[in-house]
């Protein structure tokens, strides 16, 4: 058990030890939730850089295409400079040559000595050729078979509708620019074979794409759309092979799977592939992400990929970066509990001394108290007994201050009792004094006058011993008929309230036995009928009653109530009616004990209760036994 003793040491340790408690909780807690939150941010970090590197493929992929695209257009705009500077060469040799020989030679000469000029002139590499049209759109240079001059024909009219550029794919396809040589009657161009340029872009673009490096480790492949491969800067043997039966470590046909999700990727413009292959330099597969997209002018599979395990190792990093702050978090919560310990420690023992100060001065206040307290208890059960024997005295002294009201009450109902009776004795004593001096006092009128005295007295004697009787009290509980009881409170004061002209109604629903002392409830029975009386004369009501009904209530208990038309009680004396000294009465005829010691009777000696309340005409006492 705890002793008051050890409070200081409680009071030092109790903050200490909640602190320490609540940091291990609360730093078990922030752990726990700081764990969850890793796991949730790697998770989400997984998610958010594999998203990225998607991204970053698919960039890379739309790069090299716009790359293409680059070099397609200027391969484009070089071929048109060059076949215009060609042309323009030629036309300004045309121009030169008929400006010095027109006045010596014909025009059918001058014509021969440009095709002449013009047949010494050759493009580079077979990459195109010089021709000239007549104003009807033949080809009249060069004679010999250029393959399909169809095709040619058509490239040249419409260029000469165009501005002079021209494109045919019939054939082999070529591009033309055409400029009118007027002087001449005719119209000079040149042509370049399209296939011829692209296949060197197409080189160019290979070497290039073998070359390209981003990221850390990130390169570029090419296949076609007939699985052979074109481009890879780790895979140099197998250019130009057919790696339609490539496979990873799982038997997946990658170079089919690359070339069927790149040409069915649908809106967009490639597809990831997963699958597993070696980094480079390495002879391990691993798992790799790649993003294959289908080129069509050229009918290209352009594919870029990264490998799962890099990510992997910049999640890993990521993650002990959390890590690592997270364990700063929690040191930095360890320290500031330690500080918060100390602190707390020393205001527990700046506490524990104001305590201890003020426990020596409560010890000691109490020291003195106690003795107080032993000195007043030698005293008190003298005291005790001395107020117990004053609670007695007055007690009595209401009991005896009650009986003499009771008293004079029961002198005025003698009163009213022996009233008519003493006025028939005096008619009596007249009649024999009449019958006396006129001579007529024979026996038998003395006898029969005798005779109705004697029965007069006797009502009277019987009066004294009815009323001695009912105020001698009860000894001990006894069985008793409350209806009984009643009856002995009714013939007292019958002539009461005979006399104040009330009228006493009686209802009674069944006769009830009880225990308790039957003189005092008949008491307690005439209190009431007398307060009735009292109020009903007081308040002068013009036909007064009294309603008396006896029975039983629910709970088979014996229940008396007596109501008047009087008016009711007061709602501001209902709660301390049955107080002492509190009197519905004027001053001068009620005491304000009536009540209460009914209320003694009843509830105290009985084991009963007396209760009042103002129903639709009056006030209404109950009892209940």
């Known amino acids: ?57 698919s960039y890379e ?35 030169n040559l008929y400006a010095k020989n027109n006045e010596q030679k014909s025009l059918t000469e001058l014509r021969q000595d440009l095709l002449l000029t013009l047949s010494s002139l050759h ?139 790149a040409m069915h990727s649908g809106e967009s413009l490639g597809s990831f592939v997963e699958y597993s292959w070696p980094k480079p330099y390495e002879n391990e ?20 990929g990264i490998y799962v395990s890099d990510v ?17 978090y929690i040191l930095g919560v360890i320290v500031i509990a330690i500080f918060s310990m100390m602190i707390v420690g020393f205001l527990s023992f700046l506490i524990t001394q104001q ?37 007695k005295q007055k007690d009595l002294a209401l009991m005896h201050q009650s009986r003499l009201a009771q008293m004079g009450e029961m002198l005025s109902i003698i009163a009213h009792q022996w009233r008519q009776p003493l006025s028939e004795v005096s008619g009596i004593f007249m009649e024999l004094e009449t019958a006396a001096k006129f001579g007529k006092a024979n026996k038998a009128l003395i006898m029969q006058s005798a005779k109705e005295g004697d029965t007069l007295l006797s009502y009277m ?64 029975v005439l209190n009431l009928l007398l307060n009735a009386k009292d109020v009903l004369m007081e308040r002068q009501i013009l036909l007064p009653q009294i309603w008396v009904e006896i029975g039983m209530n629910a709970e088979g208990k014996s229940l008396v109530c007596i109501r008047d038309n009087a008016g009711g009680i007061e709602e501001s004396l209902m709660q301390s009616i049955f107080e002492p000294y509190v009197s519905t009465k004027k001053a001068s005829s009620g005491t304000g004990l009536g009540l209460y010691m009914a209320k003694m009777i009843i509830e105290d000696n009985m084991n009963g209760k007396l209760y009042a309340s103002n129903e639709n005409l009056g006030a209404q006492f109950c009892i209940e036994v």
């Not at 705009?77 to 040799?93: A, P, T």
């Open 123 to 261: 493009v580079s590499a077979h990459r195109g050729y010089y021709f000239i049209v007549n104003s009807k759109g033949e080809i009249i240079y060069p004679q010999e078979e250029l393959g399909d001059r169809i095709g040619l024909k058509s490239a040249v009219a419409e260029a000469m509708q165009n501005g002079g550029y021209a494109t045919s794919e019939v054939g082999r396809p070529r591009r033309v620019y055409v400029k009118a040589l007027s002087p001449y009657g005719w119209s000079i161009g040149a042509a370049e074979y399209l296939d011829l340029a692209m296949l060197r872009l197409k080189r160019e673009m290979i070497t290039w794409a073998e070359s390209l490096r981003y990221a850390e480790g990130g390169y570029v492949w090419i296949h076609n759309s007939s699985h052979t491969l074109l481009a890879h800067p780790f895979r140099p043997d197998s250019i130009g092979k057919d790696d339609v039966l490539l496979q990873d470590i799982n038997g997946q046909f990658i170079t089919q799977l690359f070339v069927e999700k």
């Open 285 to 304: 597969p691993s798992k790799k992400i790649s993003y294959v997209a289908f080129y069509k002018p050229w009918n290209w599979i352009v594919g870029t």
């Open 61 to 95: 992929v739309q790069k090299v295409f716009n790359y293409f695209e680059y070099h397609s257009r200027t391969m484009r705009q070089n071929i048109d400079n060059e076949l215009k500077d060609r042309v323009d060469d030629v036309h300004m040799m045309g121009i």
């Open 312 to 328: 992997e190792k910049t999640i890993a990093l990521k993650k002990e970066e959390m890590k690592a702050k997270m364990d700063r």
């Open 461 to 524: 004697s019987r009066t004294i011993d009815d009323f001695r009787n009912f105020f001698k009290p009860s000894k001990e509980r006894v069985s008793f008929s409350v209806q009984m009881a009643c009856e002995e409170a009714f013939t007292l004061a019958r002539a009461t309230l005979k006399n104040a002209h009330i009228s006493l109604q009686i209802k009674q629903h069944k006769s009830v036995e009880v225990m308790g002392f039957p003189n005092e409830y008949a008491q307690v």
């Open 355 to 391: 305590i201890n100060t003020a426990l020596e001065s409560y010890r000691s206040r109490v020291h003195n108290q106690t003795e107080a307290l032993k000195e007043f208890n030698a005293t008190l059960r003298t005291k005790i007994n001395q107020a117990l024997a004053e609670s």
């Open 1 to 57: 058990m705890f002793q008051e003793k050890h409070l200081p040491k409680l009071i030092f340790i109790t903050p200490i030890v909640t602190i320490v408690l609540l940091t291990f909780f609360i730093l078990s807690f922030f752990i726990f939730i700081e764990r969850a939150n890793l796991r949730f941010e790697s998770e989400a970090l997984e998610k958010q850089l594999l998203s990225q590197q998607k991204t970053t493929l």
